[in-house]
T-cell receptor
Framework: DTGVSQNPRHKITKRGQNVTFRCDPI?????LYWYRQTLGQGPEFLTY????????KSRLLSDRFSAERPKGSFSTLEIQRTEQGDSAMYLC??????????FGQGTRLTVV | SQQGEEDPQALSIQEGENATMNCSYK?????LQWYRQNSGRGLVHLIL?????REKHSGRLRVTLDTSKKSSSLLITASRAADTASYFC????????????FGSGTQLTVLP
């Protein structure tokens, strides 16, 4: 197993465009998390899936953000009508239970 | 919002010295975890301590937890230049062990 994989690693987009990120968790991990991290800050929780069910969403997740995890395997995070304030590192993590989380390398989004 | 707050925000030491980082949090927790992040990369889990534990060791790492003071410390002994990274504490809140809430991190620099 190669760990949590995130694609793309970097994304530059123009303001107003839509972007989609993908996360492939460690197989057999039923928990999947999305976090957002800006420079000099710790990761901020966005949303949590247990299998295919999205069980928690942060208030940070505006209606421009949507996440899915069809079939309880990979997950996608879409941002519609991107804004400059969306520029950040988007981190995905998976976990087998309520213990340690395994993080991917992240997708760095730059909105210009 | 950030649950944990690390102290200091930045720490610079010489190779071979010990590094101590502190974390304070606000609510009752299920467990507390420490993660490491190299610049521009994902987070790597270091150690987890449960709310009913007071101290835990892993290699050169020693973690303490004081639930009465809602604080934890991470000690790295005999530091190496390769230990240079940001260190974050993360709490799994009681009753909501689904998400981890991260602090803002301590940037550790170990000088060779």
């Amino acid at each position: 197993d190669t760990g949590v994989s995130q694609n793309p690693r970097h994304k530059i987009t123009k303001r107003g465009q839509n972007v989609t990120f993908r996360c492939d968790p460690i197989s057999e991990h039923n928990r999947l998390y999305w976090y957002r991290q800006t420079l000099g800050q710790g990761p901020e929780f966005l949303t949590y899936f247990q299998n295919e069910a999205q069980l928690e969403k942060s208030r940070l997740l505006s209606d421009r953000f949507s996440a899915e995890r069809p079939k309880g395997s990979f997950s996608t995070l879409e941002i519609q009508r991107t804004e400059q304030g969306d520029s950040a590192m988007y981190l995905c993590a998976s976990a087998p239970s309520s213990t340690e989380a395994f993080f991917g390398q992240g997708t760095r989004l730059t909105v210009v | 919002s950030q649950q944990g707050e690390e102290d200091p925000q930045a720490l610079s030491i010489q190779e071979g010295e010990n590094a101590t980082m502190n974390c304070s949090y606000k609510t009752s927790i299920n467990n507390l975890q420490w993660y490491r992040q190299n610049s521009g990369r994902g987070l790597v889990h270091l150690i987890l301590i449960r709310s009913n534990e007071r101290e835990k060791h892993s290699g050169r790492l020693r973690v303490t937890l004081d639930t009465s003071k809602k604080s934890s410390s991470l000690l790295i002994t005999a530091s190496r230049a390769a230990d240079t990274a940001s260190y974050f504490c993360a709490t799994a809140v009681s009753g909501s062990a689904r998400q981890l809430t991260f602090g803002s991190g301590t940037q550790l620099t170990v000088l060779p």
